[in-house]
């Protein structure tokens, strides 16, 4: 029996009800579902694309049922949805390299020795010291964001150089080392 016939070619029930489809579904699913799973790779999604296609087919049946390949356009449906999930999966599989975690090395101890040396100072000194050897700036500069003359800011620096030598002249501990 071919879908394709006009319906005066078909011997089984009226055109367009519900057992028609059921013997469409019979008839063509199977070898959709082998398309679909060449084309996917994966049997389970190709079994839940033709049922997709399938269902989506129901509300309009009595339409579809009278073109000339209403398999067809299940066919086109089931294949649409693939490609949709292709689609979508490829998309999927972007963001989450492009949103993937890269893990950066630890701070070594020299970094976390300085780092405690700093927050060891008091604040006008850590802050002339980042100001001039992190930013680079200059004296004058951080005199006048400071609001203090630049013989302030050289004296800043001095005790903050000597407490930063201080602490980080201090002998480590090390770790499993009495």
Do not use: C
């Amino acid at each position: 029996m071919s879908l394709t016939q006009p319906s005066g070619g078909r011997r089984h029930a009226q055109r367009g009800t519900n057992a028609d489809l059921d013997e469409v579904y019979e008839a063509h699913s199977t070898r959709l579902v082998a398309q679909l799973y060449a084309y996917t790779g994966d049997l389970a999604l190709a079994e839940d694309l033709v049922q997709e296609a399938f269902v989506r087919v129901v509300p309009r049946w009595s339409k579809i049922s009278t073109y000339d390949d209403p398999i067809g356009w299940i066919r086109r449906v089931a294949w649409n949805l693939a490609t949709s999930d292709w689609r979508r999966a490829r998309r999927a599989r972007r963001l989450a390299s492009a949103t993937r975690e890269e893990h950066m090395p630890g701070p070594s101890p020299d970094r976390v020795m300085l780092v405690q040396a700093l927050a060891a100072l008091p604040p006008v000194q850590r802050r002339a010291v980042v100001m001039f050897y992190l930013a680079d700036m200059s004296l004058a500069d951080i005199a006048e964001l400071e609001r203090v003359s630049e013989n302030t800011i050289k004296q800043r620096l001095h005790r903050g150089r000597a407490g930063l030598a201080a602490a980080l002249s201090e002998p480590r501990s090390e770790v499993g080392h009495a």
